[in-house]
């Protein structure tokens, strides 16, 4: 065996493959003015608005790429922020932003590129999160979740219950009677009633509160909120009440679970239909959706932002004035079911009389709008993803790791003022 | 990285070499000995030394990468030592360790004595068989494993199932998850440990296994009176290989608990203490924090090896 | 002074084969080939998950014999991530860090070896100093240095640190004490050669061997490195395969084969290297090198 030929070889391989690898600073064209990189999350289908763009502007170069879920997008883009490629344009989540509107000179001021033309289009409270102290406006809004219960029409007969989605919206005004449906359905089938109690019980009913972790004045008041507390017993009851799966959202166990029937009901905001229709692509037709329990409410939505090193802010930033206009949003609710974040097409037919095959029909444009009238608006502040996912991990914990359901709170504020070192 | 990341061994007096500089040779030739060494020594400093100190010095800093930079003296480390996140990554580490590197120093001790047998038939087959671990990714074990360890759809619950046994949680469970990491460890590392062990045992001298035979020493004696005692040197040194791997513990619980990565699960119950560096450094993007972590790690290790070289001073001296 | 951790290895291996005495009785091979099918079952395990689909990978009882689906997830693998740019990438870091590191350590090891220069023993202690600078610990300077480097994100981020090897140089330095005497050197030298031409004429030939195994090793280890990878690597195209089979475990719509059908896919190159040249990478550990 001769070392020579070898060491040529690997010399000649590396150079081979490090050259055929696109260009490091380029992206998508490099540089042209027209074409740009965008960063997306996985499962929120994007590809289907940048395919329209492709289309619209065959001229265009875009090189999309699926970091990964929302929380690590987010990572990944504050490693690029603090040394290295970033992309012309990227995709926050909205419990992600907050941390990234503190450091506004990260990215493009918007209104330089005209977003004062625009603004008004979005949910002013949407919005509002993306904007720094200083004004500038860091992120268009893409979309809002709303809320929702998605469930199995199937298990639901079978276990006797109503299948009707106004008659199941009926079966739970309160998330107290939720869980109790979750009991009789657990009783008559034996199984799991919800996927978990942490996503599918807290983080709704947290969301549908008047103040969240802060207050008006942005103290952080996660640990005196009655509200939040209450949302955080709700959790505790039904993670005790033996109707959940014990299957964290998004894990894989979870996605499986969904096409299997693991589970019969999750909370579901618009954004879901997508993940639901994917993971479980045989259940089509099986589902339908109704109403959530408990008041107006709002989970996830998302912001396309435009790094401050950005090669091609101009091409991003047309892509965002084309995609995320009222009309642009519109046609991308038609394509994945995410409610648009531009209430003026909320009236429009297009919107408004949507059904959803995949959903037994269910007019998931109303269903969402309506989860959104008399939404009291809070503020969402740095720590608040933190906070929320310390809550998150303390009912876990009582569901899935038999920890203590009566010391489930004290664990979950310890633990918060730990991470946020408060 | 080798397993071999620690020696506090002296270098060995070597004869005087032959090439001597002379004045009659070239400057070239009497700087070339620098050359050839110069590459790691750059290298080194840049990638490895640099970075090293810095450390220390960005330990000192509430340190945010897309932000400020502020200095706040040893804060980080009066908050590490008060945070309980710290010692519970420190107790699951330990945790990991125990159950991961006693039952492998055990089976490659036994697995070493069987394959130091000369008149065995495919040995090679066998010590082939037992690299292929090592060669696996790390990454593609924890894959593997996850599955096999599935609460809902794992072989091994199905086993269970078997038995009676109700399914069990391995993820979601403290101790399980401990045992289903310590598993991949042992499978990772069991028989690259039996060949060191191999190695030493090849060195024994064949006629102290036949004169023990000869007085009568069974399988049992000879393994527990020759075979063990001629390893203890050995033993020692994959005991500090192992402490120092398993403090760099990083991808097994990345990856087994998919829902939760950083921490490993809702309530970190098998976070270590190079994922909670991680997860500090990127997952929060407290550098500063993340790299007071380091320099306890680091702090750990040196303690580790004073303690190795106090055990095979002790033991060279018996 | 010697200690056992040092002692020259590789006369050993020259040594009459010396074992215990007696017959093999039944019980040693139960006990090998348990431990053989416990090193080779997840394996089979990992090929029969990543060609069965979704519903039969999680039906009760588990399948245990391999199905049809192999291309149809192997497919789905390449349509979720570069997977094939990946493996192409993992060679050529692993190939760039193989190579070089036997090179390198090769002529360090020969210089503190065979020549003589001021300051060779201090410089020698120092790289075995270096040995205990636990380098994993400091990922978040070491990232500053890349992003300062610009090199984030790049291959050659994973390339150049892992040229450096303290205990490659040690090793190669051991292997060269102990196969090469000083006579042939100053015979070289004598006849007029340069110190490089000593080295690659007549040292480097006679270690190869040795090389060859440390750059195995270099191999083995930079392919299936994941922590710095998956901290400097940010764009699919440049995943190496470790990092590419985490991608897969993160695409919210799991099929459960995906993963597993990548982590297949890039183990396949490693277990055929080993099958090729696997008994010298047990021959160079029996060598009792790696000991340390």
């Known amino acids: 065996m001769t070392l020579r030929s070898p060491l040529l070889l690997a010399a000649a391989a590396f150079a081979l493959i490090t050259a055929c690898t696109p260009g490091a600073g380029g992206g998508g064209g490099g540089g042209d003015g027209k074409s740009f990189e965008f960063w997306s999350f996985a499962a929120i289908n994007q590809k289907s608005s940048v395919d329209a763009y492709r289309e619209k502007h065959p001229d265009v170069d875009i090189k999309l790429t699926e970091v990964g879920t929302s929380t690590e997008t987010a990572q990944a883009l504050t490693t690029a922020l603090a040394g290295g490629k970033v992309p012309d344009l990227v995709l926050i989540q909205g419990d992600n932003l907050p941390k990234f509107v503190q450091q506004p000179q990260n990215f493009v001021d918007l209104r330089t590129l005209g977003a004062d033309d625009i603004k008004g289009d979005y949910l002013e409270w949407v919005i509002e999160q993306s904007v720094a102290e200083g004004g500038e406006v860091l992120g268009i809004p893409t979309d809002v979740g709303g809320m929702a219960v998605a469930y199995r029409t199937d298990l639901f007969a079978a276990a006797g219950l109503p299948t009707d989605r106004d008659e199941v919206g009926a079966l739970w005004p309160t998330w107290d009677a939720f869980i109790e449906t979750g009991k009789r359905y657990k009783q008559a089938t034996g199984k799991a009633f919800t996927d978990n109690a942490a996503t599918s019980v807290f983080y709704q009913a947290v969301n549908q509160v008047s103040q969240k972790y802060y207050d008006g004045d942005h103290e952080l008041i996660y640990d005196s909120n009655p509200e939040v507390r209450t949302a955080f017993d709700l959790g505790i009851k039904a993670a005790t009440a033996g109707i959940t799966a014990g299957q964290s959202s998004f894990e894989n166990a979870w996605s499986a679970g969904m096409g299997q029937g693991q589970y019969a009901a999750v909370a579901a905001p618009s954004w879901m239909l997508n993940s639901i229709r994917s993971n479980a692509p045989d259940t089509a037709g099986k589902w339908d959706i109704a109403k959530i329990p408990g008041a107006a409410g709002n989970w996830g939505g998302s912001y396309l932002a435009i790094p401050k090193r950005a090669q091609n802010p101009q091409a991003a930033w047309e892509y965002i004035k084309e995609m995320q206009s009222p009309q642009g949003q519109l046609e991308h609710f038609t394509r994945s079911g995410a409610l648009p974040s531009t209430p003026s097409v909320y009236q429009d037919d297009k919107l408004a009389t949507a059904k959803d095959t995949f959903f037994s029909d269910a007019p998931t444009g109303k269903i969402y709008t309506d989860s959104l009238l008399g939404l009291k608006p809070f503020y969402i502040g740095p720590d608040s993803a933190t906070i929320g996912q310390e809550f998150l991990n303390s009912i876990t914990n009582v569901e899935q790791s038999g920890g203590d359901p009566a010391t489930a709170w004290d664990d979950a504020v310890r633990n918060i003022k730990t991470a946020i070192g408060g | 990285m080798n397993p071999v990341a620690v020696t506090l061994t002296p270098a060995r007096p070597a004869a005087p070499p032959p090439l001597a500089p002379r004045s009659s040779r070239g400057l070239g030739e009497r700087l070339s000995p620098y050359a050839y060494i110069a590459p790691f020594f750059v290298i080194f400093a840049i990638f490895g030394l640099f970075p090293f100190a810095f450390t220390f010095y960005v330990a000192l800093f509430d340190w945010n990468p897309i932000g400020d930079q502020v200095f706040i003296g040893a804060d980080n480390f009066t908050r590490m030592f008060a945070d309980p996140r710290f010692w519970n990554a420190a107790g699951n580490t330990l945790s990991i360790w125990a159950l991961s590197t006693v039952p492998q120093l055990l089976l490659a001790l036994v697995l070493a004595h069987v394959l130091n047998h000369a008149r065995l038939r495919f040995a090679l087959f066998f010590r082939m068989s037992m690299l292929v671990p090592y060669v696996t990714s790390v990454a593609a074990t924890a894959i593997v494993f996850a599955q096999l360890f599935d609460r809902d759809y794992g072989l091994l619950n199905w086993l269970l199932g078997l038995v009676g046994v109700e399914p069990v949680d391995f993820v979601q469970s403290t101790l399980g998850s401990h045992v289903l990491i310590a598993t991949m460890v042992t499978w990772r590392w069991f028989g690259y440990t039996t060949l060191l062990y191999l190695a030493s045992l090849q060195a024994v001298p064949r006629a102290v296994y036949e004169a023990a035979s000869i007085d009568g020493a069974g399988p049992w004696q000879r393994f527990r009176h020759i075979t063990v005692p001629s390893l203890r040197p050995v033993i020692i040194f994959t005991v500090v290989t192992s402490t120092i791997g398993g403090l760099q513990i990083f991808t097994e619980p990345l990856l087994i608990a998919s829902g939760a990565p950083l921490t490993c699960g809702a309530v970190r119950q098998c976070q270590t203490l190079t994922l909670f560096l991680y997860e500090q450094g990127f997952g929060e993007f407290e550098f500063g924090y993340g790299s007071a972590i380091g320099v306890a790690l680091f702090a750990m290790v040196v303690v580790i090896a004073a303690i190795n070289y106090l055990l095979s001073t002790r033991i060279r001296a018996d | ?292």
């Open chain 3, 1 to 292: 002074m010697t200690s056992t951790q040092t002692r020259s290895a590789p006369t050993r291996s020259t040594a009459p084969r010396l074992r215990p005495p007696g017959r093999v009785r039944w019980w040693t091979y139960l006990l090998l080939s348990a431990a053989t099918v416990a090193c080779l079952f997840p394996l089979y395990w990992m090929f029969v998950v990543a060609t069965t689909d979704t519903a039969t990978a999680t039906q009760m009882p588990p399948e245990i014999v391999p199905g049809g689906n192999f291309f149809h997830l192997a497919g789905l693998v390449l349509e979720t991530v570069p997977f094939v740019q990946s493996l192409l990438n993992s060679l050529a870091v692993a190939a760039a860090i193989g190579v070089g590191q036997a090179v390198l350590c090769a002529l360090a090891g020969f210089a503190f070896a065979k020549l003589r220069f001021r300051g060779r023993n201090a410089l020698f202690l120092i790289v075995l100093l270096t040995m205990t600078v636990p380098t994993q610990l400091s990922v978040i300077p070491q990232y500053m240095i890349m992003s300062e480097l610009g090199w984030v994100d790049t291959l050659q981020a994973l390339v150049v640190p892992g040229l450096a090897s303290a205990f490659g140089i040690f090793w190669m330095r051991q292997h060269i004490l102990a196969t090469i005497s000083d006579e042939l050197v100053q015979a070289a030298t004598i006849d007029g050669a340069s110190t490089w031409q000593v080295f690659w004429r007549i040292a480097f030939p006679i270690v190869r061997p040795a090389a060859f195994v440390l750059g195995l090793f270099g191999f083995v280890t930079a392919w299936n490195d994941f922590l710095w990878p998956f901290i400097v690597l940010k764009s699919p195209e440049r995943y190496t395969a470790q990092i590419a089979i985490k991608a897969l475990q993160n695409s919210y719509d799991v099929d459960l084969g995906l993963a597993m059908s990548g982590s297949f896919l890039a183990t396949i190159p490693l277990v055929a290297l080993f099958v090729l040249v696997g008994r010298r990478m047990v021959a160079g550990i029996l060598d009792g090198a790696f000991k340390g």
